[in-house]
């Protein structure tokens, strides 16, 4: 399977809604900013990362996968994935520039088309070829939660999803600048769906320490599943603190681009629900890593899904950290093997490969010029 060409992709595709919002930004579209990578054999492997659905920084990463990864790919055997993948990612000139950011997400879209193509060799879904899969994987459901829902469609958003779609756990979004605001929001929620439905909340970082400490001293009484990225990205200590200061545990990991980064976050006690992404960990191989980490600690995975759960699907139904996983569905029907979701779990997906290759038609209406 020598690679005979390297074809980066952008695609911007439209949400479910007109648009959502969280604390920190507002979008329309999903960007699925990715690589074809097409071999002697007549195989092709896609892979791709998740961004705002940004033009001009969405031509840097394809930019990054054409100029700089392109070369030292052509030629090679897809096969030894192992050593290819290792060759990306120690190449010296892009650690020089990289090792996170646009190179990141760069190498997460080429290793998993490597996977991918791996897979499809085998002629064989991706969970299978990893050795094997679980019985159950539940869904929560991020997509009735947004920040710009109103509090009254919120409520109804989250009751349809529990009594008509078979959901048993939602993820609500907060982060006004009055935390009381977030807390009737809440309380709102789970008189609607009632005491058994697990909530999670996710703020994506934009509080700091003393507003988050108050926050969870004040939702002690909600049952709230986890508190999903409450303070900046990187604050290991501060998190830490907050960890051992409210009963509710702490996810992240969305913004992570490293194995040793989840290492510092995992060894200082600052989280206890662990969300590793293939879109910026440089793929399915230094997720495979993180998720081994969570293991060594008995801690549980529930991944973040950048990619919208298309490849996070087999990998969750593999390893045997993760039992929960999360459900947008903004890109689903523009793939040959859409995610599924039925009664509120996941259904296993059965076509070879990692569910990462979309619609020719799709490509047709949604493509993005790279330059």
């Not at 991706?126 to 539940?138: E, H, P």
Request: glycine share 8%.
């Amino acid at each position: 399977m020598k690679i005979v060409s390297v074809d980066p992709f952008i695609l911007h595709l439209p949400l479910t809604a007109e648009s959502i919002a969280d604390s920190t930004h507002r979008i329309t579209h999903w960007g699925v900013v990715g690589v074809r990578l097409r071999t002697s054999s007549g195989l092709e492997g896609f892979g791709f990362t998740g961004t705002h659905a940004d033009p001009a920084s969405d031509r840097l990463i394809t930019s990054c996968i054409k100029n700089a990864y392109g070369p030292l790919l052509l030629g090679e055997d897809a096969v030894e994935h192992t050593r290819l993948s290792y060759k990306l990612a120690r190449s010296p000139a892009l650690q020089w520039v990289g090792r996170a950011g646009i190179t990141q997400l760069a190498l997460a879209a080429v290793d998993v088309a490597l996977w991918d193509l791996r897979a499809k060799h085998a002629d064989l879904p991706l969970w299978r070829f990893l050795g094997g899969a679980t019985t159950t994987v539940q869904a929560y459901n991020t997509d009735i939660g947004w920040l710009s829902i109103p509090t009254d469609q919120l409520c109804s958003g989250a009751k349809r999803a529990v009594d008509e779609e078979g959901f048993r756990f939602v993820k609500i979004k907060v982060g006004h600048a009055d935390p009381a605001v977030d807390l009737k929001r809440l309380r709102a929620v789970r008189q609607a769906v009632g005491p058994e439905v697990s909530i999670a909340i996710d703020g994506n970082g934009k509080w700091d320490l003393p507003t988050c400490q108050r926050f969870c001293a004040n939702a002690a009484d909600l049952d709230l599943f986890w508190f999903e990225e409450p303070l900046w990205y990187d604050d290991v200590e501060s998190h830490r603190v907050l960890a051992s200061s409210t009963s509710i545990p702490v996810a992240l990991g969305e913004q992570l681009y490293s194995l040793d980064a989840f290492k510092a976050f995992v060894a200082a006690g600052a989280v206890q629900y662990v969300q590793p992404d293939v879109t910026r960990l440089g793929g399915i191989t230094e997720y495979v890593q993180v998720a081994d980490l969570a293991l060594a600690y008995r801690l549980p995975v529930a991944p973040h899904a950048g990619e919208m759960s298309q490849v996070h699907v087999h990998l969750a139904f593999w390893h045997p950290a993760t039992t929960i996983l999360e459900y947008i569905p903004w890109i689903k029907d523009h793939f040959r093997e859409p995610i599924v979701v039925r009664g509120g779990n996941y259904v296993l997906p059965q076509g070879p490969g990692a569910g990462t290759t979309p619609l020719d038609s799709s490509v047709a209406k949604y493509s993005v010029a790279l330059t």
